[in-house]
């Protein structure tokens, strides 16, 4: 399991003290970074603060049920409304059938009793972890042409799997229109993209044009549409 585990981010929450220490050791060993919370309040608070410091969400959140402040319940729903797809365990001590029902409506990932044993946590886990990892994966790489490819989180040029070197506005450019394919970009919504951090700077159709024309020798004939009196952009 932990081939995969080692890869994602945890958020752990956990009202019961002596668990929370001795399960947060146990998922110390099998996740990358784990995060550890006492109560839902906590957990929300950190899950979205761990956005807006990693400008990403948690890969997984692994929750009690009954906890003081807020439940693990209501702190999935308050996720979800956040996030949607996020991947979501629920741990109990609890054989709780009106606790069971809302978790099932809520389309909650997976259910732990507690205490946890390590066969359920296997069982349950395992496949989740993959499931992530496999999904990660599959965004990971946009391929643009015939051997060409994008690596979405380097922001990197690959061709048969090898770097292809950018300068800083080259990657920027082609971050926007791999990752926007089909849609057609203006030289000045490219330029305020490229320098947003430099307000003073003026507009210049030439500057774009030159920048697309050098990035454009360094990929296949034709990948970058230019639409006339519109844009730029990669179709796919």
């Not at 203006?186 to 774009?208: G, V």
Request: negative net charge; aromatic residues 12%; hydrophobic residues 35%.
């Amino acid at each position: 399991m932990s081939t995969a585990s080692k890869r994602l981010s945890l958020l752990y929450v956990e009202d019961d003290e002596t668990l929370r220490e001795e399960t947060q050791e146990l998922f110390n060993f099998l996740f990358h970074d784990v995060t550890v919370c006492k109560n839902g309040e906590e957990g929300l608070s950190f899950y979205k603060t761990y956005y807006t410091t990693h400008n990403k969400y948690f890969d997984l959140v692994i929750s009690d049920i009954k906890m003081p402040l807020m439940d693990g319940i209501k702190m999935s729903k308050e996720i979800y409304a956040i996030h949607k797809d996020q991947k979501i365990v629920i741990t109990s001590a609890y054989d709780d059938k009106e606790y069971l029902l809302k978790l099932i409506n809520l389309k909650i990932d997976g259910f732990l009793q507690k205490p946890l044993m390590s066969k359920d946590i296997k069982e349950t886990l395992f496949p989740l972890c993959q499931e992530i990892v496999q999904s990660q994966e599959s965004t990971l790489y946009i391929e643009i042409a015939p051997h060409y490819k994008w690596n979405t989180q380097k922001e990197q040029l690959l061709y048969h799997d090898a770097s292809i070197a950018l300068t800083k506005n080259e990657q920027c450019l082609l971050a926007l229109l791999c990752e926007n394919c089909n849609q057609t970009f203006t030289a000045l919504e490219i330029f305020e993209t490229l320098y947003y951090d430099l307000p003073e700077k003026k507009f210049s159709h030439d500057t774009i044009k030159s920048l697309v024309k050098r990035l454009r020798k360094k990929l296949p004939t034709d990948l970058i549409h230019t639409t006339p009196y519109r844009g730029y952009s990669i179709k796919k």
